[in-house]
C-alpha cells in the first residue's frame, strides 16, 4: 500500500513540475512578445516624429 502511495505522490510531483514548467515558459513567452510589441511602438513613434519635423520644416521653409 505505501509503495502505492509513493507511486502516486512520484506522479502527483512530476504533474507540479510540468504544469510549473509550461506556466513559466508561458509567461517568459508573453513577457517577450510584449517587449517586442512596445519596441515596435516606440519606433513607430520615433518615426512619426521625424517625420513631423521634416513636415514643419518644409512648412516654415
Known amino acids: ?22 506556466t513559466i515558459s508561458l509567461m517568459m513567452q508573453n513577457a517577450v512578445t510584449a517587449q517586442q510589441n512596445m519596441q515596435m511602438v516606440m519606433s513607430t513613434s520615433a518615426a512619426s516624429c521625424c517625420a513631423l519635423i521634416v513636415k514643419l520644416g518644409q512648412q516654415g521653409a
Open 1 to 22: 500500500m505505501s509503495q502505492q502511495s509513493n507511486q502516486g505522490s512520484q506522479v502527483s510531483d512530476a504533474f507540479s513540475q510540468t504544469t510549473l514548467n509550461e
